[in-house]
């Protein structure tokens, strides 16, 4: 059974930084694409970032490019969300996300595998 679990989350100041990890178990993700998505209350979940996980070739949303970077780590089967600079703008719900796919899915809709979410507040 696949499971992501993420962790991370929390509470910082504007201009700070925070690290999300996503522990991935269940099966071999080598195929897959890794992802994570933001919820803000009241408004819908948000692409933030993609990694293939062989070869890592990453993509990121406009509104978080040169802050965030998303990373893996093979060995331990986890993926990370550095988050810097950070704004109030930032505040969400993130999920991470698993496709099987062979291009980069920007829709949850294309996401077979969800975590719980962890929160995040930037507080100004």
């Known amino acids: 059974q696949v499971q992501l679990v993420e962790s991370g989350g929390g509470l910082v100041q504007t201009g700070g930084s925070l690290r999300l990890s996503c522990a991935a178990s269940?099966?071999?993700?080598?195929?897959?694409?890794m992802a994570w998505f933001r919820q803000a209350p009241g408004k819908e979940r948000e692409f933030v970032a993609a990694?293939?996980?062989?070869?890592?070739?990453?993509y990121y949303a406009d509104s978080v490019k040169g802050r965030f970077t998303i990373s893996r780590d093979n060995a331990k089967n986890t993926v990370y969300l550095q988050m810097n600079s950070l704004r109030p703008e930032d505040t969400a719900v993130y999920c991470c996300?698993?496709?099987?796919?062979?291009?980069?899915?920007?829709?949850?809709?294309?996401?077979?595998?969800w975590g719980q979410g962890t929160q995040l507040t930037v507080s100004s």
């Open positions: 990694i293939v996980w062989s070869g890592g070739s990453t």
């Open positions: 996300a698993a496709a099987g796919r062979r291009w980069v899915p920007i829709k949850f809709e294309d996401y077979s595998y």
């Open positions: 269940g099966r071999t993700f080598s195929n897959y694409v």
